[in-house]
Structure formats: structure tokens, C-alpha cells
């Protein structure tokens, strides 16, 4: 969608629209922002669908990072992303969490199947979010999750779900890495191999139209080892 | 309407009445308290009352979930004395959604109790009627306008909460995904907009009756108060 | 009626003894303090003299601040020690000023509103004799926004009178109704003053209201208790009479049944040296009346008025000669003894020319006609 | 005052013209048809009769079924024609039976209301002169609340007042107010109705308040329109007695100021054949007045009295003797033309004992305090 | 507090009070056609009013986006217009608020003007008074505990307002970061319990020092309502 007035605002800051989840990453990056790309980056977080409707209706984002494929996709189709200027940033794992005051020990798909069946499993809502959808997708390889679908507590998003762990409301969980370094209160159990799901990948890409200056130096920052580093140190795998 | 649709539809309204008609009761009391006593901590009260209104949706669920859920203190003590679960079941929807109605009940009730003339209570009591006969007989029924009204302003609140509702009782088809609870879901998912719009128009259509409800009973009390 | 300090020389209290402080806003302070036997007592005074109030506290609506009130003995407020009992535990029976009836009720459940919380053993009035009594019956289904001013009031009046009430105040209840109404209301509350023995506080402007109805009288000013008495001892007061009204100066005489003419439907009552005829009453020989024989309705003549209409004319000696406000008023009033005080008002020039001193022997002349139902009071039990 | 028929004689329209009909609730059905010619207008009747119902509909809060409402001929309302003029176009003083002060101002912004939204011109009445009269100047900073109901309806007259009507709507204004204040407010209502030229529509229960203040009467039972003319007539006309009252009977004489006498603080009243005296009035020689006579305060004989304090005394015929309720009364009203007429009520027995029979000639003597100032109204300009 | 919970908090109430100082009018105007008034379509009135207290906020505020966004047919409308861009701008997120705070205000008003005796109504137009003059004079000023009460209750929701805004005006530093939006911005990154949990607190504070003053004001409305 066009903006005419984009260019206007000479002096605003390069907005990253980003995924909540990859906040973290992407403050250390927008801190770095004035030393190596000369310009000044400001972070707007929200979940992913709410990001990409937003761009959708003309809001002022200069680069998108999504937690998905299918935000970034949605976006590209409709025209607002610069198809060439996408590119898989970071990769995310799933992991089984517990209470800490109740981590079973587990060394197998079995051991954890069994595990997850005693109680109630928090997940992200399988029906929208991500690492809900992530994890529907593992269980569903393990032939577990027909089994398990009834036990399953959907949160809204993974925080939710790992708060519902940490609470003790559930006994399981499944959620990204990432998260699960977030709260003392739980420990990662279990180490879901990413063969079991599709890849979770996290693209960013340029919006279309006029763009402050100096977008293109940001997207490159990201691109380049100030963001792979920063996004390694939130717990996120960097490929290359 | 699609089974979900109508399974949403149920249960929103299951929830919403059971929510208000729980909380009735208690919302009038703390309205009179706020309305007619003075009382050390009445600020606080009332600032308490006001709570859910000023905190996000979410945080008030997350309270919600570490008191009442399974492992909060209240959460414990009602399992194990009464057997009773809240957290992700549609009971705890349903006291989600009257605690985040709860203010806007308390604060319809309280006006029209403060506007209730006292020299009719004075009169009622020098006929011999106790304080509480007082209530019961002169002043909630002239305050019944604003009762209704705080009820409908309830059951709209609680048939379009979502926030505090997803955190405390997850989004469990049948138990406890309610009408705003689908109708998000669909809205996190690209291409989910016409299954959305037509949740849109449902909950539009409940609330209509329900206004229209309360319209004619509010015509029927205007009636019954002889005005 | 009595002033505290006598009333502690009789053994049994009296049946309701106020003596209260209270300040109203920053202007206006009322004390009131006076003890009744019983029957109906009337506070009387100027608009803002503060009757409302009295009844207000006597209600329990309002705390005094310093005081007590209490009814036969027993304190519903006493704040030497504390007591402010209730409204509802205080069993009155009020009849507002303002009405106050409960527009979401209809006439009918306003009226029982009350009377339904007693047990069945106390309910001295029904809701038909009372319906019947006031003129209502055709409004009990109405809503109280569908009343005109009068109905409102006698609905009041029925359901403070359907709580059988241990004490009945009343607060202007006969201002907004008619004479004929008032005509008909009047007796009940005399039969309920004379025989249900619950004492009454009645608040009214109407000086004819009070003679009739009132057996002592709370006269009021800016919140002062200005005299305390018999209906009789206050209207003869002279020094009350810039409080209880100039032209309607009288005298109220202690008398009797003394007999009935059927055929002239006249009735005689006697009183301490003759007898005067009124219209005919329906009381037995012997009741006890007061009657109140205004100031302007008595002649004087030196000689016995011969083949005149005027069937009551007594011999009596002038006691006393008043001017009743020398600056603006043609008029004096004679105080003549004929065996009981009357009061004449007659015309200085009168007065002039018939030459009249303390002393001299004149004829009083008193119309039947003048005498209406309104100067007629039943006399009290202790009267009787 | 006329009926519609004979003001059509006239050219000019009348000044009120009032022929409506209304249905309220299911039972009450008010038919009202009168015209006046200005003055005041007096609306009697029973609780419940429908007065205010009437005065509401000339105030335009409730809109007639049918009819028209019309002063000098401009139409405030008109059935056939469509029109219904909005209240606040109609420049109506409203003082409601239950005053309806603004709860949220002070006095003195309830007094002001209507006054702040007329241009300087129109303005009649100044605060302080209102404030003054009504006797309400240390209420001005006041909330209403804390009036007494005296109070508050003084306030609510002075709002009207001073909102310089066309025409003033006064609901029983005196009903609540003692009776000196009464004496002090009448003065004011009758200065209004004779120099403003403001016609004035006036509900009272009070026959005293209607004959002195009201230049014409409408009565009214049960929504109907009884009778409707001057209060001479009315109160002259023996079959609407049971609406008028038995008791208060009287005939009303017109009379003028015929001299003073200064020293005894005496009037001289002219009247067709002869004078009276009364209470020193302050009107110039040559008034006219309309008097008052109540037959309870007129005596009959047959010899002139002598001696006798009474100053008024005068030789006439009797014209007619009416049994006034044969059932109930002992009394009877003998109509006397002294020159005008005067009805005095005797008792039957001193018609027997005086053998009294139409045409005889009888000396009637009224007593010059029986008169007061309630029974004193200012004769109407047409009369004068 | 850190100079972002300052904004934070400085941007909320600016974003509260600009939301129920503009909405305000049309709500007392919108209660009193429904008390007041009978007009075709008034029930539909009433259901739209109650509209975004039935929704969940997030499809309203999805909604606001869609037509008062820049490519909205009423947000281009107003860019050229009167060069105005609630998009994205606190001004939105003071639209957005204002919303969901609507139909709360409206019932309280409503309620207040339906108490409102209509003889006092009568007695100022025999006084002369115009209807507006009589609704300014007599109806407003009686009906004031309604409207304050409406007002706190509306600031308050303002105050909590949250998925509308996020939807709406997105989530941008010293713009759009009302104290909602920081809280669950700071849920969001690890160790951001601590800050989440300060903002909790100062939310608290601003709606108690909110309650205190309309109580204060409710009480000398009550003075000098005279009663
Ligand atoms: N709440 C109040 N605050 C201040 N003054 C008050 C209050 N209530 C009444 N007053 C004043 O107290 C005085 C007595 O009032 P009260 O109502 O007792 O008079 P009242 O004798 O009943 O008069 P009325 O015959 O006019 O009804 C009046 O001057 C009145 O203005
Ligand atoms: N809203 C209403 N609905 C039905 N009936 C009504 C209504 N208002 C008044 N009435 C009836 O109409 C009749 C006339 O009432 P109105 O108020 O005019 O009487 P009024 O002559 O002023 O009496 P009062 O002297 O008692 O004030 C009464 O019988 C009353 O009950
Ligand atoms: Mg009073
Ligand atoms: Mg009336």
C-alpha cells in the first residue's frame, strides 16, 4: 500500500514491527542501531497477526519480523513486504517444560509421552498460535496427540502457557526454548528434535512503499553478526 | 449457524448469565455500602471494586489463575472443601467474566441507590419496617431501575470478556470457548475473517435480544414504580 | 398538661415528656420543652418556627443534641445516657408534611404498608373503616402520581393511622383538604384521641383546627417554646394573643350536655351559672365539651335585648378592658365573668358611648349560629 | 365574567377562555368551560374536583383531548385548529401544589429562574421587593432542602411572581402558610390582580381566600363545571350551597369608601341605603369594595336594639326564608333587603318565638368586628 | 519510576482524559435521546452503543483499524480533510479507549436522566425556559452524580483499555505505550516480571488518586445539590 506521506517524516526512526517473542533480540539490535547503521530504530511488539494487520492497513513499519511463515506470507501476498527482501533471521526449538518443583526425569519420545499424559499440557493455542501449532504438529508425529488433544490447556500465547506451568496449573508444557529461559520457576525437561515439526523459522522482511532512510542498513544489520548475535543470546538458533 | 457456532453461542451465554446472576447479589451490597456507609477502608473498597476496570484483561486473569487456580491459596481451598474447580473449567469463565463485570455493576447500582430519596426510607421506618425491610421494600425496588441496568451492562461485559477469561480458563472448545474467545481465534489466523464476521454478527444478535429484553422489562418497572 | 416541675409532684410520669436542643444549619437552633397527659397536643407557631422539626425528632428521624424525650417513663432519647432508640422500634405513626408516600406501591399497599407488619392482636383499624373513613376506596388501585394533591394526603393520613401507632404525629395533615373533607376527617381523629388513648402531636395553622381538636397547645417561636398549657389557658392568655392570631381571639368555657330540644334541633349545655344552645349534638347528657366562643362573635348591650333572634343572652360583670392594639385597631375586648369568662370585641367608639368601666353589669349576647361544630372540642378525660 | 354566549355580545374577546375537555386515567373525565374578563379567577371545589388538572392545561403540561384555551383571544390552545403552544412560550407564573423548587440552586437562583431570562423591560417585580414581601430574605442562601414547607412555598410564589406572567396559575398557595403570613402575602396577590392587569387563575380551599381575593368564581365537582360568575353570585345562590359550604353563607355587598373616622379608627362603608361601619381601611373616599356579610354574623330583631355595642344596625324586609338543611340544621337564612341584601341565619326557634314571616320589617345588626380584612376585597375595575 | 513508566504513565492519562473529555458530550447526548426520546431505530441506537462492550476489543479495535485506519474510508476521509491520522497516534489509542468507554458512560448518564423528575422538567418551562435551556439548567445538573459517576467509570475503562488500542494503534514507544501496552510489553522479555508487576502498582495508584478526586467531587455535588 502506498504512503505518500512516508517520506515526510525525515526525522522519525527506523520501526521495527516485531513478534513479541523476539522482543528481547531485537531491543539488543535497535541498541546498536545509532553506532552501526546511523540511525535511530524504535521496536514495536505485538503478537504477529495483530503486526501483520496493522502493516496491512498502513501502519508506519519499516521492516517486519515475524514468528511465522504464514503472517509473512499473508503480508508478501497482499503486496506489503518486499518479496527479495525476506529472509529467515532465526530458528526456534520446542521444549517440554515442568514445575521445577515437580521435573520427572525424561529420556525418551515414550517416557515424555507418558509424562505429558498424567496431567494437563500447557500449549499456545493450537489454532492460531504458533508454537501451539508447532507442538499440535510434533505430537501429532508422535502419534500422540489424539491421545493427548483432550488434556491440552490452549493459551492465548506462549507466555500464557508457560506462566500456566510455572503456576503448577499444569504439570506439562510445551513451548519454545526461547520462553522457557524466561522463568526460574520451571525447567526445560525435554528437548523436542526438530524433525518431529516443520522448521520454526523466523523471517523478517522490508515493507513496501516509501521507507524511512537508513531502512536498508538496519535490514542489514539484522542480516549481519550484530543480529546474529543478539538473537543468539535470547536463545534463538542462528542458521547462515 | 455451524454445531461451533451454536456450542459458542450456549455456553457465552451460560456463562454470562451464571457470572451476573452470581454476582447480583454481592454487587447491591457493595453498591449500599458504597451508597449509604461511611466506614473506615471505603476508599479502598471502592478502589478494589474498581480494579478489573483498570487493569488490563490479561493481568486480572493472571491474578485470577494465581488465586483461584489449582495451586492458589482460594483455588486450593475450594477444591478440597467443596470439590470445586475453577481454573479452566466454564465456571471459572463465568467468574471471570463477573469479576470483570463486577464494576460496572457496582457503579450503576450505587446511582441509583444514592438517588433514592431517604425521607421515603424514613417514612418506611416509622412504620416499623427494620433497616433491612427498608432495602427490601422501599429502597431496592425504586432503585430496581438502576439494578437492571447494571445487570444489562454486566451481561454485556461478560458476554465480551475474552481477555481475563483466556488467561484464568484457556480457550477449551465446549468448556470454555466462548463467543469473543472463538471469534479471536479466528481473527489469529490469515483468512479466518468471514468465519469471524459471522461470530461478529452472532454476539451482535445476543446482545439485541438481550437489550431488547431488558428494555421491556425496564418499560414494566416504569409501569410497576408508577411513573 | 404541665411544666416539668410540677409533673414531678405527681407519682405517675407523664405520658410523654419532651425536652430537647438541636441545631439546624448554622441559623437556626430549637428547644423545646414541654410534658403532656396525653391526648392531642398542638405546636403551634409561624412558618420556620420549627413544629416539623419537633415531630421530626420525636419520630427519631432526627438526633437532638442534647435532651431527652420520653413516653410514659421510658426514654427514646436520652442523651445523658446515650439512648436514641430506633424510628421503627419507636411505634409512631407519621403523618409527613410532604406526604411521602411510595410512588412503586399502589394506594393500597401503601396503606397496609405498616399495619402488615403487626400481629394480628394489634391492629386497631381496618383497611376498609379507614379506606371508608378518608373517601379512598375508589383510589386503592391507583399509583400515587395519579393522585391530586388532597387524595394524597388522606392516603398518608390512612397509613400512619393503619400502623396503630403508639404515637401519633401529624404535620399540617388537614391543610390540603377541603372544608367538607376536613369536616368528616376531624372526628375520627377526635374519636382516635378520645378512645384509642394514643396521645397525638398534630402540627396546624388553623387556630379552629386547634381548639377543636387539641387538649393542650406547644406555642412556638424562632425555635423558642413560647407557652406551654390547656388549649383554654393559652387562647386567654392576652399576652399570647401576637402568637395565636388577633382576629381570632376567644375564650374556650368548660361545659356540659345539659339537655336536647328534638324539635329545634338545638341542644342546651350548661356551664358554672346557665346554659347556652348550640345546634344539636350527639353526645348523652352530662359529656364534657369545651366551647369556644370567639371574641367576635359576642354582643354587649346595657339593656336585655328584647324580641331579638338571639336565643343565648347571659347577665354578666366586665372583669377587664383590653385594648387589643391600640395603634391599629378600632377595637378592645372585654373579658365579662357570667360565670365563666367571655370575651367581647366590640369598638372603642362602642365602648365610648355605651360608657362601659370594670365592674358593670352587662348583657352578653352570643349567636347559636356563630357556634359551629369547628368551637366545639370533646372536653379531655381528665376534664370530664 | 360571562358565559361563552354573552361575551360573543361583546367585541372584545375575553381575556380567559377556557372550554376543555381531558380524560385522566381510566375514571376521571374533566370537562372545564369558562371565560373571565381578567382579574382573579378562583377555582373551587372538592380534593379530587380537578383544579389542578385545569391549571396544568392552561400551563400547557398536559394537552386537552379537545377544546381551546384562549386569552384575548390568542389561542394557547386549540383542538380544532392544531395548535398547542409550548409552556415556556406561554409566559404562565406556575406555583405548583407541591412548589417544585430546584433542588440544586439556592433560593435566590430558584428566585431568579425565570426573572434572569426576561429582557430589563419586562421585568415587574425586583428580587429584593419579592424577597421582602414573602418575608424570605435570610433563606436566599439556602438550598431548598433546608426550608420548612412553609418556607418553600413562599419561595415557590416568589419564582412565579418574579418571572412577570401574563397570566399567574397559583395551586393552593396559602394552604401551608400560618395566618399572619397569609395577611401579609394576600395584600401583595391583590395589588397584583388590580394594577399588573395580569389575569390570575387561583385554586383555594379556603372560601375567605376566594371571596376576598377571587373577582370570579368557576366550581367545580367531579370534573364537571358546576357553576361559573362573579363571587357575589355564586355565593348568593342557595342551590350551590353544598359546594360553597353551609356554614361559611354570606351574601356579598358592594359598597364604596364613604368616610373615616380617624379617631375610633373607624370606616364608614356606603352602600345602596345606608352605611356601615368597619375597621379603619386605607383607601381614599369613593373606592368601591366588595364586603363580605356571613349569615352567622348577622342578628335579627324586631324592636331597634338600644344600648348595645354593636354600631351597625339597620332596617330592612325580609325577602325570603330558606330552610338552610331541614334534616340536619336548626337553622334558617332569612334574606333581608336593607337596601342590599344580607342573609342572617337564626335558629327555627327564634323564627317561632319572633313569629317572622316574609315582608315584615326586622332590624338586622352586624358587628363591626365580625367584618374583617378577609372579608374586604377591592371592588373590580368594571365594578368600580 | 523510570522515565519510560513516566511516559507510560503520562501518555495513559493523557490518552484517558482526552478520550472521556471529547466522548463525553456525545455520550450525555446519546443517554438523554434514550431516556428521553422514542424515535424509529432507537433500539438499533442502543444496541450500537453497547456494541463494544459485547465485542471482544480486539475485533473492535480491529475495526477501528479497518475504517479509521490511513486506507479507511473515514481515516482517509479525515487525513484530507482536516489532516488528521488517529492511526498509529495516541490520538487513536484515545479513540480507541474512548469506544470501548462509550457505552459505560451511556448507561450511567442514561440511568441519572431517567431519575430526573420531569415536574422540576415542567416547573422551568413555565419559568420560560427552552427546552435546551431546561435540559442545561434542570435535567444536567441533577442528573451530575450520573455523569461524573459515567466519567470515572469511563476514565477508568480508558485507563485498562488494551486490545483495542494494541489493534488499533499498535504498540509504540512514547506514542501509543499506554500502561496496558508497557505491561505486556515487559511480560514479554525475560526478568520483565519485576517491571510488569511496578506498573501493576502505578496503574493501581493512578485509578485510586482517579477515585479519590470524583469521590471528592461527588461530594461537593452533593452539597451542592442540597441534599
Ligand atoms: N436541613 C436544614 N438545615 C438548616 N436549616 C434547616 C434545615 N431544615 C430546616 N431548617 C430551618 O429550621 C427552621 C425550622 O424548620 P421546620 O421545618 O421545623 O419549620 P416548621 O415550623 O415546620 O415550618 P412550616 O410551618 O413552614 O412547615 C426553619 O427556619 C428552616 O429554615
Ligand atoms: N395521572 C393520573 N392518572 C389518573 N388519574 C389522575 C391522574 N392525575 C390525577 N388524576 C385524578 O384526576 C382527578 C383530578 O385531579 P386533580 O389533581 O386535578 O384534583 P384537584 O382538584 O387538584 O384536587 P386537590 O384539591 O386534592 O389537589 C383526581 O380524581 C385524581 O385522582
Ligand atoms: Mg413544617
Ligand atoms: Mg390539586
Not at chain 1, 545509532?34 to 513499519?61: D, F, H, M, W
Not at chain 3, 393511622?161 to 369536616?183: F, Q, T, Y
Request: contains cysteine; neutral net charge.
Amino acid at each position: 500500500t502506498m504512503l505518500p506521506d512516508r517520506a515526510l517524516h525525515a526525522a522519525e526512526p527506523v520501526t521495527i514491527f516485531a513478534a513479541a517473542s523476539t522482543q528481547q533480540a531485537v531491543d539488543a539490535v535497535i541498541g546498536a542501531c545509532p553506532e552501526k547503521a546511523g540511525v535511530t530504530c524504535r521496536g514495536v511488539y505485538a503478537a504477529s497477526s495483530t503486526l501483520a494487520r496493522q502493516i496491512k492497513n498502513g501502519a508506519p513499519a519499516d521492516i517486519f519480523i515475524s514468528a511465522n511463515l504464514i503472517w509473512m506470507d499473508y503480508l508478501t501476498e497482499s503486496g506489503a513486504i518486499v518479496p527479495n527482501s525476506r529472509q529467515v533471521i532465526a530458528h526456534n526449538q520446542l521444549v517440554a517444560i515442568a514445575p521445577r518443583a515437580r521435573a520427572p526425569k525424561i529420556d525418551s519420545v515414550a517416557t515424555l509421552l507418558d509424562w505429558l499424559a498424567a496431567d494437563r499440557v500447557a500449549l499456545g493455542d493450537p489454532a492460531h498460535v504458533p508454537a501451539g501449532i508447532y507442538a499440535a504438529e510434533a505430537l501429532t508425529s508422535m502419534q500422540a496427540w489424539d491421545r493427548l488433544q483432550g488434556r491440552v490447556l490452549a493459551l492465548p500465547n506462549v507466555r500464557a502457557a508457560l506462566a500456566v506451568v510455572a503456576r503448577g496449573e499444569a504439570f506439562a508444557g510445551i513451548v519454545y526454548a526461547t520462553d522457557a529461559q524466561v522463568s526460574d520457576d520451571v525447567i526445560v525437561v525435554y528437548k523436542i528434535l526438530d524433525s518431529y515439526h516443520a522448521p520454526i523459522v523466523y523471517p523478517m522482511g522490508q515493507v513496501a512503499g516509501p521507507h524511512t532512510p537508513g531502512t536498508e542498513d538496519v535490514v542489514a544489520l539484522f542480516k549481519g553478526l550484530v543480529g546474529q548475535h543478539a538473537f543468539r543470546d535470547a536463545g534463538f538458533q542462528v542458521s547462515k | 449457524m455451524s454445531p461451533l457456532e451454536i456450542e459458542a453461542l450456549l455456553l457465552s451465554v451460560q456463562v454470562a448469565l451464571t457470572a451476573i446472576g452470581v454476582s447480583l447479589p454481592l454487587a447491591i451490597f457493595v453498591a449500599w455500602l458504597l451508597a449509604r456507609k461511611t466506614f473506615p477502608g471505603k476508599s479502598v473498597l471502592d478502589g478494589i471494586v474498581h480494579l478489573p476496570l483498570i487493569l488490563p484483561p490479561v493481568v486480572v486473569g493472571y491474578v485470577l489463575l494465581v488465586t483461584l487456580g489449582r495451586n492458589g491459596t482460594i483455588g486450593r481451598w475450594l477444591f478440597e472443601t467443596f470439590d470445586i474447580t475453577l481454573a479452566f473449567t466454564w465456571k471459572g469463565a463465568a467468574v471471570a467474566a463477573a469479576v470483570m463485570a463486577f464494576p460496572l455493576m457496582v457503579r450503576a447500582i450505587r446511582l441509583s441507590l444514592e438517588a433514592v430519596d431517604v425521607g421515603l426510607e424514613d417514612a418506611a421506618r416509622t412504620l416499623g419496617a427494620s433497616p433491612v425491610r427498608v432495602f427490601a421494600t422501599v429502597t431496592l425496588p425504586l432503585a430496581s431501575p438502576g439494578v437492571l441496568s447494571g445487570a444489562v451492562l454486566g451481561f454485556a461485559r461478560a458476554l465480551g470478556e475474552f481477555g481475563a477469561t483466556i488467561t484464568f480458563v484457556s480457550n477449551i472448545p465446549g468448556e470454555t470457548r466462548t463467543l469473543p474467545i472463538a471469534l479471536y481465534t479466528l481473527t489469529q489466523i490469515p483468512g479466518g475473517e468471514d468465519g469471524a464476521f459471522r461470530l461478529v454478527l452472532i454476539s451482535i444478535g445476543v446482545a439485541f435480544a438481550a437489550l431488547l429484553v431488558s428494555e421491556i422489562m425496564a418499560r414494566r418497572l416504569k409501569v410497576r414504580l408508577g411513573t | 398538661m404541665s411544666d416539668v416541675q410540677s409533673s414531678a409532684l405527681t407519682d405517675a410520669p407523664p405520658v410523654l415528656d419532651v425536652d430537647i436542643r438541636v441545631q439546624r444549619g448554622d441559623a437556626f437552633t430549637l428547644h423545646a420543652k414541654f410534658t403532656t397527659d396525653g391526648g392531642l397536643t398542638a405546636l403551634f407557631g409561624r412558618s420556620g418556627a420549627g413544629k416539623t422539626s419537633i415531630i421530626d425528632c420525636l419520630a427519631g428521624l432526627i438526633k437532638p443534641d442534647h435532651g431527652h424525650i420520653r413516653i410514659n417513663g421510658e426514654s427514646l432519647f436520652d442523651s445523658s445516657h446515650g439512648i436514641h432508640k430506633a424510628p421503627e422500634k419507636r411505634r409512631v405513626g407519621y403523618v409527613f408534611q410532604d406526604a411521602r408516600l411510595f410512588p412503586h406501591l399502589r394506594v393500597r399497599a401503601n396503606l397496609i404498608y405498616g399495619m402488615r407488619l403487626l400481629a394480628e392482636s394489634q391492629r386497631r383499624h381496618t383497611l376498609d373503616e379507614v379506606a371508608d373513613m378518608l373517601g379512598i376506596e375508589k383510589l386503592l388501585d391507583r399509583h400515587p402520581a395519579a393522585l391530586s394533591g388532597g387524595e394524597t394526603q388522606r392516603v398518608a393520613i390512612g397509613r400512619a393511622l393503619l400502623a396503630s401507632p403508639n404515637l401519633l404525629l401529624m404535620d399540617e395533615p388537614l391543610a390540603s383538604l377541603d372544608n367538607d373533607r376536613k369536616a368528616e376527617i376531624m372526628p375520627f381523629i377526635e374519636r382516635l384521641r378520645d378512645q384509642s388513648g394514643v396521645p397525638i402531636v398534630f402540627v396546624s395553622h388553623a387556630l379552629e383546627e386547634v381548639v377543636r381538636l387539641a387538649d393542650d397547645m406547644v406555642v412556638l417561636a424562632d425555635g423558642q417554646t413560647i407557652a406551654v398549657g390547656d388549649v383554654e389557658d393559652i387562647m386567654s392568655r392576652l399576652d399570647l394573643r401576637p402568637h395565636t392570631g388577633r382576629f381570632e381571639a376567644g375564650a374556650v368555657i368548660h361545659v356540659w350536655v345539659a339537655g336536647h330540644d328534638p324539635l329545634h334541633m338545638l341542644t342546651e349545655l350548661g356551664f358554672g351559672a346557665g346554659s347556652i344552645w348550640v345546634p344539636k349534638l350527639e353526645f348523652d347528657r352530662g359529656t364534657p365539651l369545651r366551647l369556644r366562643i370567639r371574641a367576635r362573635d359576642v354582643s354587649l348591650a346595657l339593656q336585655r335585648p328584647t324580641q331579638s333572634a338571639t336565643l343565648n343572652t347571659f347577665e354578666g360583670n366586665i372583669v377587664d378592658i383590653e385594648h387589643v392594639a391600640p395603634d391599629v385597631s378600632p377595637h378592645v375586648d372585654v373579658l365579662v365573668n357570667i360565670g365563666a369568662p367571655v370575651i367581647a370585641r366590640i369598638t372603642r367608639r362602642a365602648l365610648e358611648q355605651l360608657g362601659l368601666k370594670s365592674g358593670m353589669k352587662v348583657f352578653v349576647s352570643v349567636k347559636t349560629s356563630a357556634i359551629d361544630r369547628h368551637s366545639l372540642g370533646l372536653g379531655r378525660r381528665r376534664a370530664g
